[in-house]
Structures are given as C-alpha cells and as structure tokens.
C-alpha cells in the first residue's frame, strides 16, 4: 500500500557527508512522522531521527549536532544530511513513516535500506 525507496547511501571517509533521501508512494492520504533508523549486523535497529508533519524533530545523541533531518511535504520525501561522519556510523539505514491510507486505514511503513559505510 505504501512504498518507502531510499537512495544516497555509499561509501566516504570519515569526516565526510551524505544525504539520505527516502520518497513515499502509494495510497497516501497522509503523512505524519517520518523517521530514519540504522541497524548494524547483529546489531538491534536503532533510532536515528524523526520529524513529524508540523516539522518536530528529535534526534538520538549519538548524531545530534552533525545530522540534520527534513521533509519536503509536497515531494512526500524525507532527507537526512549527514555530516562528520565517523566509522561507527556505518549502518544500513532504514526510513520509516506512518499516517493514513485513502480507506482511512492507518500505516506505518519501512523502506529496503541503503548501505553507509565510513572509512576510517
């Protein structure tokens, strides 16, 4: 019902930047919050970032100060800039959103992921 693609993961050194971008399709009624999320193998799926439809966002201390997350409403996409980045940031990162369907039925939804890796 709904589709999550991200894409800009990749390969950088450490002290470098990316940007993340993750675009919603499908039966969208609404949008409300939209998230990032990062899981390391073996590892649990963390919490990365969130921004909600009023633009709220909360960030995990790992990444506040040097990751920025926004939305374009219109575009039904969110972005997360990544900047200073360190090794321990290497991650498949994972973007989430929830909100409501045309039937009125509520999502919440998980993208494929897209590999970052920062080398030290």
């Keep these: 019902q709904v589709q999550l693609v991200e894409s800009g993961g990749g390969l950088v050194q450490a002290g470098g930047s990316l940007r993340l971008s993750c675009a919603a399709s499908g039966s969208i009624l609404s949008i409300g919050t939209m998230g ?11 919490f990365v970032a969130r921004i909600t439809s009023g633009g709220r966002t909360i960030y995990a201390d790992s990444v506040k100060g040097r990751f920025t997350i926004s939305r374009d409403n219109a575009k039904k996409t969110v972005y997360l800039q990544m900047n200073s980045l360190k090794p321990e940031d290497t991650a498949v990162y994972y973007c989430n959103a929830d909100g409501l369907l045309y039937t009125g039925i509520p999502y919440n939804s998980w993208g494929q992921g897209t590999q970052v890796t920062v080398s030290s």
């Design 36 to 46: 990032w999320y990062r899981q390391d193998p073996g590892k649990q799926r963390e």
